[in-house]
């Protein structure tokens, strides 16, 4: 695999095996954009594909030069104000109040390698090379850096900005997209995650259109209710085949991801901060950097690009013990105890676990302070007593000598306003001077963008973990943030108050994995609500939905693998009816589905029937064996809606593995067949007692489980009922395929 960034004749050209970026400096010394797509080869010359296409109405650079409009020309890192009046990248205000700018080439420097950008999480690795492009306007003092990253094997380009005043006066940043990509046509279909509070990341696929379209946050978090991507794929793209491109975040707080199509056809994306209650002053020298976006190509369907996003989060995102590792299966206490555990009843669930072979007990909230129900004791990170007389360390000891790692929850952003820390320090939680705060699960947020509140959690963070033998933690985030206000911040930037908020949150992360750098951190927000690319960076897996309906998680995982690999999405085997739908599947179906994740349970094994019990043992058993298949293989999307069906296939292809999960029943249906892909044409592989040729299965397909027809007429039809487990609504089956 190559990676090369050339630079001849005013031309950038970022490639590798899979992608093209060209970007050319336009006789106005601004930057042109001139394509980002599937590899074409390199020249030193690509001015024949810049299109200058005025109108007669529209402004032109250039007396008399009607071909040369800003309104028409596809720019790199558009402004506003000059001739385009379309959204633009960025905005910034000079102390005269005008944001006119006028930003041109200076400089570059192409060079192995890529920093870290301070203070943000940030793709990583030594095989990859970035263009950086010196931009600035004189008038202003104002210098912009472009950043792009190409990796070697990854077709993707990850680019972030940054802005740094060179004036002796400040500046006002009012918008500073990480991106933005004018693409020639607008012939696509937009695919975003959307949903609620346990409905997360459901696939919305809507044709664009003339004008603006846009997913966004101003909650403070990514948010359940839009996840920060979106795809632009042909209408005929399918999860195998086709045009698709993909464009997500690395950043966990406000975030804008925005399609616009102009009167010419051209689809412009925008990906950033949230340009909406944002704004930074930049004082004589300083410097704000936007984070990083990722543009994800796949000229071969959604899949191959879902597979980018993975393979760079999973290789140049995540960090630490986990990165590449498949991860412990766990039990949590949360749906078994909820508020309502001692350490008797917690150390029985954990020696059951322990013997059906599941590997971490993590100890849920309710744990600290005075905590029996959600009114009470965030921010006072010292251990209920009257729950747990021997503390965390005492139980982590006993769950220890069990043989199980112990994992712990938190909550560090929140407090209640019943709390030893609230009644201290009441400054601490947000809220507008003179006005009402609103509750949100009866808590406020603490402002993160105050160092001293950061500092503070750690040390009570600390205090516990230093105590114990903590292998996990469990990082919650339970409410967004409203009244927003710092008393840190002047009046004058009371709008960088939720940048600064999240960037607290990663300062907090960063310190807390340097100081515990053994600790797998799992991210959750009411489920998630914060499931992005910016927390995968300080924890490697996520609490993917606080729903464990394993129907409803078909629809979860399916959306959320788009971008998130399966590694990284917290999945666990729940008690029936279930807590959120009060719907019942068969413990069967619930473990096939949570398979596809992190994999774990969360009940009481103590209360399922010892026939469920050994068929628990069995499924670790199963999970166990074919652990780095399901976690760090390749993973496809095979078929949604009544069928769903995904398949991971081993890095060698000598294994693969198909969830086939049915939702409803139908009388009498059809033969269900799904054509696998990924898989060796010329291997055999056998799959229950079977053998077949990867080309069979990739072109014939595989015939899977006819579904229950009713009674049966047969020559000794008996005209008796038989129910089973297998048939009627919410049935699964997992096929294993090995090479033979
Ligand atoms: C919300 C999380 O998503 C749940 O898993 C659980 O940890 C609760 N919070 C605890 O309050």
Not at 26 to 36: M, R, T, V
Not at 387 to 411: C, H, Q, T
Request: hydrophobic share 40%; net charge negative.
């Amino acid at each position: 695999m190559i990676t090369v960034i050339q630079f001849s004749n005013n031309t950038f050209h970022i490639y590798n095996d899979d992608v093209s970026y060209i970007i050319k400096i336009l006789k106005n010394n601004h930057l042109g954009q001139l394509y980002f797509g599937k590899k074409i080869r390199h020249r030193d010359d690509f001015d024949h594909l810049l299109v200058e296409k005025g109108t007669s109405l529209a402004p032109c650079v250039f007396k008399g030069d009607l071909d040369f409009s800003l309104e028409v020309l596809k720019q790199e890192y558009p402004s506003y104000g000059t001739g385009d009046y379309r959204d633009p990248a960025y905005q910034v205000v000079a102390d005269n109040g005008s944001s006119i700018t006028d930003l041109v080439y200076k400089s570059h420097i192409i060079k192995n390698g890529k920093d870290a950008i301070t203070g943000l999480p940030s793709t990583y690795g030594n095989n990859v090379e970035t263009l950086e492009i010196t931009l600035q306007d004189d008038v202003i003092g104002l210098k912009v850096l472009l950043r792009y990253h190409v990796f070697s094997d990854i077709a993707a380009i990850v680019r972030s900005t940054a802005f740094i005043n060179i004036s002796t006066k400040p500046l006002r940043i009012e918008r500073a997209m990480s991106a933005s990509l004018d693409l020639y046509d607008s012939n696509f279909e937009m695919i975003t995650l959307d949903g609620a509070w346990a409905r997360e990341r459901h696939i919305s696929t809507r044709k664009i259109t003339s004008g603006i379209q846009s997913v966004a946050s101003s909650r403070g978090a990514s948010s359940a209710m839009h996840n920060p991507f979106i795809a632009l794929k042909r209408p005929q793209t399918t999860e195998t085949a086709g045009e698709a491109y993909g464009f997500t975040l690395i950043y966990s707080g406000n975030f804008l991801a925005q399609v616009e199509v102009d009167a010419y056809d051209v689809t412009r994306v925008l990906m950033g901060i949230n340009p909406f209650e944002f704004n930074w002053t930049l004082l004589a020298g300083e410097k704000f950097d936007t984070p990083e976006a990722v543009l994800v190509y796949s000229d071969s369907g959604l899949n191959k690009m879902s597979q980018n996003f993975h393979n760079l989060f999973r290789n140049n995102l995540m960090r630490g013990k986990y990165k590449q590792k498949s991860r412990p299966i766990l039990i949590n206490n949360w749906e078994a105890t909820y508020f309502d555990f001692n350490e008797e009843s917690i150390l029985k669930i954990a020696a059951t676990a322990k013997a059906a072979g599941i590997e971490l007990f993590v100890l849920d909230d309710g744990w600290f302070g005075k905590r029996d129900n959600d009114s009470t004791s965030l921010g006072d990170w010292s251990v209920y007593l009257e729950k747990l007389p021997n503390g965390i360390k005492g139980l982590s000891e006993k769950i220890n000598a069990m043989g199980l790692d112990f994992g712990l929850w938190f909550e560090p952003e929140m407090v209640n306003e019943i709390s030893e820390l609230y009644a201290t320090h009441p400054d601490y939680a947000i809220a507008t001077p003179n006005r009402k705060s609103s509750y949100g699960r009866n808590q406020y947020v603490l402002d993160f963008s105050r160092t001293e509140v950061v500092d503070c959690i750690f040390n009570k963070m600390c205090e516990i973990i230093d105590t114990a033998n903590i292998a996990y933690i469990k990082w919650d985030m339970n409410r967004n943030i409203t009244e927003a206000f710092s008393h840190s911040l002047t009046a004058a930037c009371q709008k960088e108050f939720f940048h600064r908020y999240i960037l607290g949150v990663y300062s907090l992360y960063d310190r807390l994995i340097a100081r515990f750098p053994e600790i797998l951190f799992e991210s959750c927000a009411s489920g998630g609500a914060r499931f992005d690319a910016g927390m995968l960076y300080y924890a490697p897996q996520a609490w993917a939905s606080d729903n464990t309906d394993a129907v409803e998680r078909l629809h979860i995982q399916y959306g959320t693998s788009m971008l998130y690999p399966i590694v990284s999405m917290g999945s666990h085997v729940a008690a029936v009816p279930n807590h959120q739908v009060d719907r019942v599947t068969s413990l069967k179906m619930r473990a096939d589905v949570a398979y596809f994740g992190t994999f774990g349970y969360e009940l009481d094994l103590n209360k399922i029937s010892a026939a469920e019990l050994e068929q628990v043992k069995e499924q670790i058993t199963f999970f166990k064996k074919y652990q780095d298949v399901i976690q760090l293989g390749d993973f496809y999307r095979l078929s949604q809606g009544n069928f769903y069906c995904w398949l991971v296939v081993s890095a060698d292809k000598s294994t693969a593995i198909l969830g086939y999960y049915k939702i409803l029943a139908s009388p009498n249906p059809s033969i269900k067949k799904i054509n696998l892909v990924g898989l060796n044409s010329a291997t055999e592989y056998s799959c229950n007692n079977k053998n077949y040729y990867g080309d069979e299965l990739m072109n014939v397909g595989m015939i899977l489980e006819t579904e229950f027809t009713g009674l049966t007429q047969s020559d000794n039809f008996e005209g008796k009922y038989t129910s089973g487990t297998d048939k009627g609504d919410f049935t699964s089956q997992i096929y294993v395929f090995e090479a033979i």
